[in-house]
């Protein structure tokens, strides 16, 4: 994830890997989980790099990234993003 901290409102972008091949993974946002997109892996369950925008009503603080795999929904990545 780049950056890993800033504003609402700022553009950040996520890739991961160790998710099912050819799956729809969700981008979750915070706690409430707020729904950002998705991405789609490719052969190895890996996807590359994807936009997304810290969400205007996120709680000033660490937040968490989550990204879930719906082939394989225990497939889940998380990682810390601190809103300024």
Do not use: H, Q, W
């Not at 052969?43 to 994807?50: A, I, L, M």
């Amino acid at each position: 994830m780049s950056p890993n901290f800033g504003p609402p409102g700022k553009p950040f972008t996520v890739s991961g890997n160790g998710y099912a091949a050819f799956d729809t993974i969700k981008i979750y946002f915070g706690n409430p989980r707020t729904l950002l997109g998705t991405a789609t892996t490719d052969g190895t369950g890996s996807f590359s790099t994807v936009a997304f925008t810290v969400p205007t009503n996120a709680a000033v603080g660490v937040n968490r990234v989550e990204g879930t795999g719906t082939i394989v929904p225990e497939a889940s990545n998380k990682a810390p993003f601190r809103v300024e």
